[in-house]
């Protein structure tokens, strides 16, 4: 059984290109949230999904930020343009109803 | 959710009990007490939760005050594999599993 899946590892951008990090949660499990990581600090909410819908977006930034989990095929977290800022860890988890999270093991982005 | 405070970093020794503390006097009767770590580079792992009763599984015990304004994880006989950041959490129930992570407490497990 595997677990959280997120690809790329490493993903390294020039600023203003789009980034797109992708998260396929364990089996069976319906609900997805991604976390940011900036270097030498602790994990920031950003995004909680279920199929389909955005449940709670209130850590992601207003502009250049967007999250999608379809109906088939990974969660998606899309960053425009990006930033030197937006250099980090992106951590995705997942869990099914009435359990605790698994989470996988990041997309370090780096932005030159 | 209410804040925890944890101290900067620890050390154990290898094959001895590591005990690390977590304060969150403000916590209130719906909210959890979870327990991560996060070992360098790799994605936090969940550890254990608790509510009021202390508890135990294959990795660790907690130990919740009586009050509940504190908490102990206790790894019985640390590695140097368990050397990692360990965040302790509260979490209130039902609220869409949103969890604030602070900054953690740094144990290196020394040979």
């Known amino acids: 059984n595997a677990g959280v899946m997120q690809n790329p590892r490493h993903l390294v951008r020039r600023r203003g290109q789009e980034a797109r990090l992708r998260c396929s949660p364990m089996k069976g499990h319906s609900h997805v949230y991604w976390y940011r990581q900036l270097p030498e600090e602790g994990l920031k909410f950003m995004v909680y999904l279920q199929k389909e819908n955005i449940i709670d977006e209130s850590g992601m930034p207003k502009e250049r930020f967007s999250a999608e989990f379809p109906k088939e095929g990974p969660s998606i977290l899309r960053i425009q343009q990006v930033v030197r800022g937006d250099s980090a860890a992106y951590f995705c988890?997942?869990?099914?109803?009435?359990?605790?999270?698994?989470f996988g093991s990041g997309t370090r982005l780096t932005v030159v | 959710d209410a804040k925890t405070t944890q101290p900067t970093s620890m050390d154990c020794a290898e094959g001895r009990a590591a005990n690390l503390p977590c304060n969150h006097s403000?916590?209130?009767?719906?909210?959890?007490v979870y327990w991560y770590r996060q070992i360098h580079s790799q994605g936090p792992q969940y550890i254990i939760h608790?509510?009021?009763n202390n508890e135990t599984n294959e990795m660790a015990s907690l130990i919740i005050t009586e009050d509940r304004k504190s908490s102990t994880l206790i790894l019985p006989h640390a590695t140097l594999r368990d050397t990692a950041v360990y965040y302790c959490?509260?979490?209130?129930?039902?609220?869409?599993?949103?969890?604030?992570f602070g900054k953690g407490t740094l144990l290196t497990v020394n040979p």
């Open positions: 959490i509260v979490r209130v129930r039902g609220s869409n599993y949103k969890l604030t």
């Open positions: 403000t916590i209130s009767g719906n909210e959890y």
């Open positions: 988890a997942s869990r099914k109803m009435g359990a605790g999270y698994t």
């Open positions: 608790g509510l009021k």
